[in-house]
Nanobody, 125 residues
Framework: QVQLVESGGGLVQAGGSLRLSCAASGRTFTIYAMTWFRQAPGKEREFVAG????????YYADSVKGRFTISRDNAKNTTYLQMDSLKPEDTAVYYCAAARYLPLHYYDSAEYDYWGQGTQVTVSS
């Protein structure tokens, strides 16, 4: 089993920045990829960014390309999401997810085996 704990959410004005963290514990050696999803009120959960644990290849949703950066620290078993130039439409609960196998499609939430509890990000206009 793997446990994921997100932190770093909060309230920020449009144009501002936040950095989310997701710390993994337990059988972390089984993780092949980690990803951030988000869910806004009344909307479906959507893919934001993903990273391959070995090698560090990254993947982004078009809506966040150039503004968000995903990274990982293997020694700390932690992945980060640096969010810059935030917009009100980025407001959502952000979830960290981990996959035991290399995802075929990083954007597909069904590919992930472990989920964090979520952290709220609110961007005011």
């Amino acid at each position: 089993q793997v446990q994921l704990v997100e932190s770093g959410g909060g309230l920020v004005q449009a144009g501002g920045s936040l950095r989310l963290s997701c710390a993994a514990s337990g059988r972390t050696f089984t993780i092949y990829a980690m990803t951030w999803f988000r869910q806004a009120p009344g909307k479906e959960r959507e893919f934001v960014a993903g990273i391959r644990w070995s090698g560090g290849s990254t993947y982004y949703a078009d809506s966040v390309k150039g503004r968000f950066t995903i990274s990982r620290d293997n020694a700390k078993n932690t992945t980060y999401l640096q969010m810059d130039s935030l917009k009100p439409e980025d407001t959502a609960v952000y979830y960290c997810a981990a996959a035991r196998y290399l995802p075929l499609h990083y954007y597909d939430s069904a590919e992930y085996d472990y989920w964090g509890q979520g952290t709220q990000v609110t961007v005011s206009s």
